[in-house]
């Protein structure tokens, strides 16, 4: 896995690594992206066609960045 696939970055989509759901998140294009805080804000996004758009009801919400591995409990990279 390359380093840009490993470090999330803003406006990449990953989805929930483990396997009873099927979530994906952005990790928000905005001024709130905190890498050096050890989070990064996200939001849940669900894919119409071929277009990415925030969830119903989505909130924005702070992701460790010890989650974004790949492993269950974690996320895993789907593009961006």
């Known amino acids: 896995m390359s380093e840009s696939k490993t470090t999330p970055r803003s406006g990449q989509i990953w989805q929930e690594a483990d396997p009873r759901f099927e ?19 996200v939001r849940r996004v669900i894919k119409t066609g071929k277009l990415w ?3 119903p ?4 919400t702070l992701a460790s960045l010890s989650r974004f591995n790949g ?3 974690g996320y895993r ?3 961006g």
């Open 57 to 60: 009801r989505s909130r924005f």
């Open 71 to 73: 492993k269950r409990g």
């Open 23 to 41: 979530r994906f998140i952005i990790i928000t294009p905005d001024v709130n992206y905190m890498p050096t805080d050890g989070k990064v804000e």
């Open 77 to 79: 990279y789907v593009e």
């Open 53 to 55: 758009g925030y969830a």
